[in-house]
């Protein structure tokens, strides 16, 4: 695996195409990041709020050399423009050689293994004890509905 430093970051910028406009969009916008696959990342637009799932795309890295760089995007600028997208600048920029490197790392399933692992975001790691918030309120999130933790009020 290579190393996280401001030297890959900066290469893997290099590796894109694209403008000021773009850039400028990137550092006021607000990002979200999710290793979804082999090589896949998935990459949200945050500032759209309740609507960040509308502004979500797949990005696609690839190893070139031994860096890790954002290669193609399923976002309609990426599939139809000249230059690089914002979602391909986010992932290199803000996600950096962390979010990179762990795409390039998740391991390919096997036939052993039907599907591959669900993915892990930063709020799953950060609750030490593995609780949820619907802990501290009578009624519970449908995720712990759902998988049997918690029954709804009577």
Not at 35 to 46: D, K, R
Not at 65 to 91: I, M
Not at 104 to 111: G, L, S, Y
Request: proline share 6%; charged share 30%.
């Amino acid at each position: 695996m290579q190393s996280n430093t401001d030297g890959d970051k900066k290469r893997a910028v290099e590796e894109l195409d694209f403008d000021t406009r773009t850039s400028k969009r990137v550092a006021w916008e607000s990002w979200e990041f999710t290793v979804i696959g082999p090589h896949q990342v998935e990459v949200t637009n945050a500032s759209y709020g309740f609507l960040k799932d509308d502004h979500t795309y797949t990005v696609g890295v690839e190893n070139r050399d031994g860096l890790a760089v954002p290669a193609e995007c399923d976002c309609p600028a990426d599939v139809h423009g000249d230059r690089d997208c914002k979602h391909k600048v986010a992932l290199a920029t803000v996600g950096g050689p962390t979010v990179l490197n762990a795409a390039v790392a998740v391991e390919t399933p096997t036939a052993e293994t039907s599907e591959a692992p669900d993915p892990v975001t930063g709020a799953d790691k950060l609750r030490a004890d593995g609780g949820c918030e619907c802990d501290r309120d009578d009624f519970p999130c449908f995720d712990c509905f759902r998988a049997g933790r918690r029954d709804l009020p009577e």
